[in-house]
């Protein structure tokens, strides 16, 4: 079975640019988390989304958004590219979501998306 | 608000034992996890407690004591292969649905 998938592998912008994301669950997982891992650091959670609504957000600016479609397939849009927001973006995958249940989250190799 | 505490950085030898601790700060809980993460890949689950003790699978062993906020992953039989980043995460439950609060890792370096 084929894990998370998620594209871009690397990204090059500059400051005040836009990107886009994607990311491809498990077959049969309807959770998908965003996690910014900046170098040396944890993941650092951005959004939650299952069955297509947002479930859970993180400690981010407006400037990050994200959506799930149908497919349970999901973008990660970031406006206005800041040098800080240089970071491995990784998403993951569970088969449902909710805080008592150990749904182990499955994650992809992430993008590393680079500010210059 | 909740965080984890864990060493940045450990070194052992191929063969030894080696364990790495993590303390916990949270106003509610359900459960330590443990990930993997090698250079440039992604994070891998490794185990979960939700319950106080020892939790065993194959070389990898992770404890937790609730009533001291602690837990532990000892790694036994070290390779060369373990060289990673290992984290522990608690989850979040400030009206989320289930995603993780994970500490800053502990990068391993296992030596011939």
């Known amino acids: 079975d084929a894990g998370v998938t998620q594209s871009p592998t690397h990204l090059i912008k500059t400051r005040g640019q836009q990107v886009t994301l994607r990311c491809s669950p498990i077959?049969?997982?309807?959770?998908v988390s965003w996690y910014q891992q900046v170098l040396g650091q944890g993941p650092q959670f951005i959004f939650q989304y299952y069955e297509k609504e947002e479930r859970g957000r993180g400690n981010f600016p407006d400037r990050f958004s994200a959506r799930q479609f149908p497919n349970y397939s999901s973008e990660l849009n970031v406006n206005a590219l800041l040098l800080g927001d240089s970071a491995l973006y990784l998403c993951?995958?569970?088969?449902?979501?909710?805080?008592?249940?150990?749904?182990?989250?499955?994650f992809g190799d992430g993008t590393r998306l680079s500010i210059l | 608000g909740q965080s984890l505490e864990q060493p940045s950085e450990v070194t052992a030898v191929e063969g030894a034992i080696v364990q790495i601790n993590c303390t916990y700060q949270?106003?509610?809980?359900?459960?330590l996890s443990w990930y993997q993460q090698h250079d440039g890949g992604a994070p891998t689950f490794l185990s979960y407690n939700a319950l106080d003790g020892l939790e065993e699978t194959g070389r990898f062993s992770s404890f937790l004591s609730r009533s001291d906020s602690y837990g532990y992953l000892l790694l036994q039989e070290l390779q060369m292969k373990d060289s990673a980043s290992y984290f522990c995460?608690?989850?979040?439950?400030?009206?989320?649905?289930?995603?993780?609060?994970f500490g800053k890792g502990t990068k391993l370096s296992v030596k011939p």
């Open positions: 995460a608690v989850r979040d439950i400030r009206g989320s649905q289930g995603n993780l609060i």
């Open positions: 993951a995958s569970s088969q449902r979501a909710g805080t008592l249940s150990n749904q182990p989250q499955h």
């Open positions: 077959s049969g997982h309807k959770s």
């Open positions: 949270t106003s509610g809980f359900y459960g």
